[in-house]
């Protein structure tokens, strides 16, 4: 998925760090594509890539937490998985094949697009209609 303003739910902070992580994941995977040429810059996007979903998924869910936000159960979840897709993805991206490692990133990398579309824009409308940003 390529960013797209449609992915925009009007909460700045969360737009932007979705917009941030859409842009690694697809530097991420130009990376793998021209792997011989791009270690490093794959090396440090999974780095950045592992570090920063984190902080965004624990100020989407220590806002939930706050507010007191009822879909908080089913988004931690959500959050767990992709955590453990990308965890896995990293952590056997080395012993695969560059079109393995593409297929999942892009699997990746839709799930995520995904979440933003479903479970983000409900978490979005809910802090809009509150006046929580
Ligand atoms: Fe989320
Ligand atoms: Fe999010």
């Excluded at 700045?12 to 530097?27: A, G, N, P």
């Amino acid at each position: 998925m390529e960013w797209d303003a449609k992915y925009e739910h009007g909460v700045i902070w969360q737009d932007l760090q979705h917009k941030e992580l859409v842009e690694k994941m697809h530097q991420l995977l130009d990376s793998i594509i021209e792997i011989k040429k791009d270690k490093e810059i794959f090396y440090d996007t999974i780095k950045f890539l592992k570090d920063y979903h984190k902080r965004h998924f624990l100020i989407e869910e220590e806002y939930m937490i706050k507010h007191k936000y009822t879909g908080f159960k089913d988004h931690y979840k959500e959050h767990k998985y992709f955590t453990w897709f990308l965890n896995d993805f990293i952590s056997q991206s080395i012993y695969r094949e560059i079109e393995t490692s593409v297929e999942l990133l892009n699997e990746c990398t839709n799930w995520f697009g995904n979440h933003i579309k479903t479970s983000d824009k409900l978490f979005a409308q809910f802090l809009l209609e509150n006046q929580i940003t």
